[in-house]
């Protein structure tokens, strides 16, 4: 795996031999090969560019488009916005993160599951909302919640 990594990441760097100021789009194209930047990339970047690793990390951390952690197999996302608040969103939340066992932006142990807020999906008549991939679930409650999730494992 750890070769593997080396080897993909190796052949994304050649693309970007002599283009000294194209942090972004490297990084970019390692999260659309990896899905994530792991850590290991960080360093060859940096590297690669003759910069720190904390400069590097320092832009990455600063574009909301970069994750630095495994995307799990499906990205379950649970809005929080007024509306979804409002009707339970946050219990929809509470009980997702204790099924699974895992955090809001984080991602299951086996990386099956990714989980995130949003602040609205523009369903607020379907509140609470969350959407798992491109499905959207609405009026949900808790035990909606969990009948839905079991359809994924
Ligand atoms: S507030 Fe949740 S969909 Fe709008």
């Known amino acids: 795996m750890q070769e593997r990594l080396e080897e993909r990441l190796h052949g994304l760097l050649t693309q970007f031999e002599g283009q000294n100021g194209a942090v972004i789009p490297l990084l970019q194209k390692v999260?659309?090969?990896?899905?994530?930047?792991?850590r290991e990339t960080i360093a060859q970047v940096a590297k690669f560019f003759?910069?720190?690793?904390?400069?590097?990390f320092g832009v990455a951390t600063f574009y909301a488009q970069f994750r630095f952690t495994r995307p799990g197999d499906h990205a379950i996302k649970v809005?929080?916005?007024?509306?979804c608040h409002v009707r339970g969103g946050t219990q929809i939340m509470g009980?997702?993160?204790?099924?699974?066992?895992v955090k809001s932006g984080g991602t299951?142990?086996?990386?099956k599951f990714g989980l995130d807020r949003v602040a609205c999906?523009?369903?607020c008549a379907l509140a609470p909302v969350l959407v798992i991939d491109d499905k959207v679930y609405g009026r949900l409650t808790t035990s909606k919640?969990?009948?839905?999730?079991?359809?994924y494992q």
């Open 31 to 38: 999260q659309e090969t990896f899905g994530y930047l792991p």
């Open 50 to 56: 003759k910069v720190s690793e904390s400069e590097i």
């Open 79 to 83: 809005c929080l916005g007024t509306a």
């Open 95 to 101: 009980t997702i993160e204790r099924e699974l066992e």
């Open 108 to 111: 299951t142990k086996d990386y």
């Open 121 to 123: 999906f523009g369903s």
């Open 145 to 151: 919640v969990k009948e839905i999730i079991a359809k």
